[in-house]
């Protein structure tokens, strides 16, 4: 499978646990965005990453959420002390070679007890 | 930043009929406009998109108009099946490719 992968599909943490989430992108894509979604919602950008540089952080993204793609492949997504309102899918897309077509993983729901 | 709204919020059409969503934008910087099918429990997939130096663009049964002037932007389903059935988002963004979403249609296609 040569799309987006993400890992874990699902997760249910207690409250006040962090969690890290992966996200592998299509092989050669440069760019990796992080969305989180909400039921009835569409996608809010969380952050994006070109190679190995975080370029843009949303203001949704508390001091509890930080993410990396060390080497510019894949990136983690960690969420430290979660609370009940973290509990969403999180989305991980990317795209390459000067293209703006973003391909989707299959997310990550969490939920937060 | 940018703001997209996204009409109508649900949208019931009979098979066969056509159906058109529409979406608004507010930065005159966005340049690229995809249109997301969404399926219950899945990723959202691309089905068409169009960039600002272009007014239309069809794909067989799909269809989408932008106008820059106005900042609005709407899809087109032609001949209507049951599994055009999802939610559909609109989505804005520039040239770094940061996706500001609309908050979705539901489409129901009844046969």
Known sequence: DTGVSQDPRHK??????????????????NRLYWYRQTLGQGPEFLTYFQNEAQ???????????????PKGSFSTLE??????????????AS?????YEQYFGPGTRLTVT | ?????????TLSVQEG????????YSDSA????????QELGKRPQLIIDIRSNVGEKKDQRIAVTLNKTAKHFSLHITETQPEDSAVYFCAASDSWGKLQFGAGTQVVVTP
Not at chain 1, 79 to 88: F, K, L, M
Not at chain 1, 95 to 99: A, H, L, R, V
Not at chain 2, 17 to 24: L, M
């Open chain 1, 55 to 69: 370029l843009e952080k949303s203001r949704l993204l508390s001091d509890r959420f930080s993410a990396e793609r």
């Open chain 1, 95 to 99: 795209t390459g070679g000067g293209s």
């Open chain 1, 79 to 92: 969420i430290q002390r979660t609370e009940q309102g973290d509990s969403a899918m999180y989305l991980c």
């Open chain 2, 1 to 9: 930043g940018e703001n997209v709204e996204q009409h109508p919020s």
């Open chain 1, 12 to 29: 249910i943490t207690k409250r006040g646990q962090n969690v890290t989430f992966r996200c592998d992108p299509i092989s050669e894509h």
């Open chain 2, 30 to 37: 966005s340049n690229y406009f995809p249109w997301y099918k």
């Open chain 2, 17 to 24: 009929d056509s159906a058109v969503i529409k979406c608004t």
